[in-house]
């Protein structure tokens, strides 16, 4: 995945890439994740710096592990 674009929104669009291939509305990953949908909207956009702790629930979220999350940025 390697732009020019900052690693904030290069990492917001790797979550929501993986989180609609699992078919997972942003709405109800915010929820499995235990953060506001509307946080889960400013990390997919690149508009929050989420902390290493959020990006592991992330990633457990999804299934896959953080190295995996992090795979190509």
């Known amino acids: 995945m390697q732009t020019n674009q900052p690693l904030r929104t290069a ?3 790797r979550i929501r890439n993986l989180r609609k291939e699992q078919g997972i509305s942003q709405e109800a990953f915010a929820d499995k994740c235990g953060v506001m949908r509307t946080y889960m909207s ?4 690149g ?3 989420p902390s290493l702790e959020a ?3 992330i990633a457990d979220g999804l299934g896959i592990s953080l190295s995996d999350l992090l795979q190509g940025l």
């Open 42 to 45: 400013r990390i997919e956009t």
């Open 55 to 57: 990006a592991k629930v």
């Open 11 to 13: 990492f917001g669009q």
């Open 47 to 49: 508009a929050a710096n």
